[in-house]
């Protein structure tokens, strides 16, 4: 395969768009701007900390309502007894 090789070969101008279309094809998308794709995660971070923590407690609170609905509400803590003198 080697000795078959020839440097001197040169590809044509069709040949190399169709082996360029082919190998754009063939990548993942996420990729192509990889660098957009890393000043956008170095600026949003915090955001997307905030975003994550913010959909945390929406679905704890939501949860939570759900085993209310389930359950009914919960019954609170007990009267205590008060003492009179007599």
């Known amino acids: 395969m080697l000795a078959s090789y ?4 040169a590809l044509g101008k069709e040949e190399r768009a ?3 279309a082919k190998l754009d094809a063939c990548r993942d998308p ?3 701007d990889m660098v957009g794709l890393n000043a956008k995660a170095k600026r949003g971070d915090e955001d ?3 975003e994550k923590a913010k959909r945390r407690k929406l679905q ?3 949860s ?3 085993g209310e609905d389930l359950f009914g509400p919960a019954l609170g803590k007990p ?3 008060v003492e009179t003198e007599v």
Not at 6 to 9: H, K, L, R, S, Y
């Open 60 to 62: 704890r609170e939501a």
């Open 79 to 81: 009267f205590a007894k």
């Open 6 to 9: 020839d440097a001197n070969t």
């Open 18 to 20: 169709a082996l360029e």
């Open 30 to 32: 996420s990729t192509k």
């Open 48 to 50: 997307e900390a905030e």
């Open 64 to 66: 939570a309502k759900e």
